[in-house]
Nanobody
């Protein structure tokens, strides 16, 4: 079972920045893809950014965060990061780190989830 633990959430003013981190432990499992999701109260969960650490080198961003958020992987520290800049009140949500097991690459099932970290952007 892959374990994911997020940190770095908090409260900022509009235009501010935050850096979220997700420390992961694979226990021998192989991760195909990792990403960040968010869920605001009363809204559906949505993908924010995705990274393929298997060497493909590709990333994907939700249109509303592209150019403001950057996803990155620090293999030495087993940490997935999300650098968020120019934050807006609409970015307020619980942010979750998630991973796709290599055995699920054909379905893209996000099997592993962290507990979430809250981001609040004041207007």
């Amino acid at each position: 079972q892959v374990q994911l633990v997020e940190s770095g959430g908090g409260s900022v003013q509009t235009g501010g920045s935050l850096r979220l981190s997700c420390t992961f432990t694979t226990y021998g499992y192989t991760i195909y893809s990792m990403g960040w999701f968010r869920q605001a109260p009363g809204k559906q969960r949505e993908g924010v950014a995705r990274l393929y650490p298997s060497g493909l080198g590709s990333t994907w961003y939700l249109a509303s965060v592209e150019g403001r958020f950057t996803i990155s992987l620090d293999n030495a520290k087993n940490t997935l990061n999300l650098q968020m800049t120019s934050l807006k009140p609409d970015d307020t949500a619980m942010y979750y780190c998630a991973a796709v097991d290599i055995n699920d690459y054909h379905t893209g099932n996000w099997r592993y989830w962290g507990q979430g970290t809250q981001v609040t952007v004041a207007s």
